[in-house]
């Protein structure tokens, strides 16, 4: 008798071990989820940078639109929703009316950058409502026109809140934290145009 008690003690402790390995791959899938999703939404901001450069009238290079470094036209800044939610049922299952649809007619700068804006942003709120999508620029020149001259650096960032789990502090990137509340992750990629 002793030993089939003995046995269910050993065989409990075994199944909580396998139930903690399960959270914590469960945690850590999301964690890639929200990492690759927002690799693959940087690499489409930048791909649309790439699209949308022309060639620099101040230097040698490409540059986009200033419109594109306003920080308002992404994560729906300039857009409201009726009752809150969900930021992807709110404002991407159709276009909002304030923002002209690029794909077949013919654009401005400004209204691409918007579009492009909203185009990524839907894409960067698809998996995770709470991602945040900022594009900054380290310009070369600050006494051309351009926010960010030719040859300039531009960092687009997709950052999302984070937790710690099983009283683990993490080492946090201080370039996902700046101007943060709450522990941030993220993802940074650098194009020069």
Not at 52 to 63: C, E, K, L, R, T
Not at 115 to 143: H, K, M, Q, R, W
Request: one cysteine or more; a negative charge.
């Amino acid at each position: 008798m002793v030993e089939v008690l003995v046995t269910l003690f050993i065989l409990s402790i075994g199944l909580l071990g396998v139930a903690s390995l399960q959270f914590i791959g469960s945690l850590s899938n999301a964690d890639a989820l929200n990492r690759s999703q927002s690799v693959l939404v940087a690499q489409q901001l930048t791909e649309r940078l790439r699209a949308a450069s022309v060639m620099s009238q101040a230097g040698d290079g490409q540059v986009v639109a200033n419109e594109y470094f306003d920080a308002g036209r992404y994560n729906f800044n300039n857009l409201s929703c009726p009752g809150g939610g969900n930021p992807f049922d709110c404002f991407c299952i159709e276009i909002p009316n304030s923002v002209r649809d690029c794909r077949g007619q013919n654009c401005s700068a400004a209204e691409l950058a918007t579009f492009d804006a909203y185009e990524v942003s839907c894409s960067a709120v698809s998996s995770n409502p709470e991602v945040t999508i900022g594009l900054s620029c380290e310009d070369n020149n600050l006494l051309d026109v351009n926010s960010c001259s030719a040859g300039s650096k531009h960092s687009v960032i997709l950052r999302w809140p984070t937790q710690n789990w099983q009283n683990t502090e993490r080492r946090l990137n201080a370039e996902c934290n700046v101007d943060a509340s709450e522990p941030m992750d993220c993802v940074i990629v650098d194009v020069t145009l």
